[in-house]
């Protein structure tokens, strides 16, 4: 199964870095979606995870996903300000490491 679960997470991931190379806004589309949920969640139950366990892997996602977004709001900003791709990914990368923590005034992710 691990196999299995290997070429088929593979697979998506290739495909999707393909077609970003002929159209950003359908791979962005493609990306936006959230594929690697829905994969874990099937083989969570292919694997028998109880429906419980599932769903709490699904509400932790919700608020694992949150202080990721502004990355997506910041990096397109600092690159149009010529900064270097991977200053601007290092410092996206700590902004939402900073969100992690500050989220957790607001909401545990891991209760």
Known sequence: M???????????????SEIVKRSEKIGALIVALPFTSILVMIWMQVEGASPNR???HSASTF???LPT????LVLPKLLEMRWNFYWALIACCA???ALFFAM???KDPLA
């Open 104 to 106: 957790r005034f607001f």
């Open 63 to 65: 608020w694992f996903v």
């Open 69 to 72: 977004l502004p990355m997506f």
């Open 95 to 97: 902004l939402t490491t």
């Open 54 to 56: 599932i769903a709490s």
């Open 2 to 16: 691990f196999v299995v679960k290997t070429l088929v997470t593979v697979a998506i991931i290739v495909a999707v």
